[in-house]
């Protein structure tokens, strides 16, 4: 050892071997205290349930876990392709009169209406439900998709996050889901039939 300690004695001071004795005790008595309080408070807020005897073999209480799950809106355009001159201007003459730009769907797809269900499907099924609200055939959506037909908002709640793809379903069951991506979702799908 190249090391070496001058120890000065005074008749108070504990020379320091004494002084190292009595922290190895202080430190083993603090251990043996924060463990047993550790244990003692860990059990009596659920935390060491099966350190605590007669408690042995009980599994912790899972914490429910909440799935994010957002609305959905978005739009069934379909296109009547028996739209004339006449018709659309039968049609203007109505928003003039009463305001009313409410339409519904041309022949061929009478299965989507207002009230309909509209589903949102993920890979094992319907992830959610929701509805087709009344068809308008003046629509700022219409209007943007350049779609001369009838425009049916749908609105979906519930439907879970954090799929990459989501089914869309409306009408009959025999027409077919389209699919969209998450993205898609988030800004409003549009259906174009």
Known sequence: ?????RLTAHASAPKLYEFEGMMMRSMRKLSVCGLLSAVLLGGL???????LPGDRGSA?????????TTTVYGFVLITDLGMTAEKVAERRNRVNDSGDSSCVAPDGFEDIAAGGE???LGPDGVLATGTVQVGDWQSDVMSANNVNG??????????????????????????????????EMRSG????L
């Open 1 to 5: 050892m190249s090391a070496s300690y």
């Open 45 to 51: 807020s659920g935390c060491a349930g099966d350190l």
């Open 60 to 68: 912790p209480t899972p914490t429910p876990s909440v799935a994010k």
């Open 118 to 120: 509209v589903q949102v």
């Open 150 to 183: 009838c425009g049916f908002p749908i609105v979906i709640d519930d439907v879970p996050v954090g799929f990459d793809r989501y089914g869309i379903h409306v009408g009959s069951e025999s027409r077919p889901a389209y699919a969209f991506t998450a993205s």
């Open 189 to 192: 799908p549009r259906l174009f």
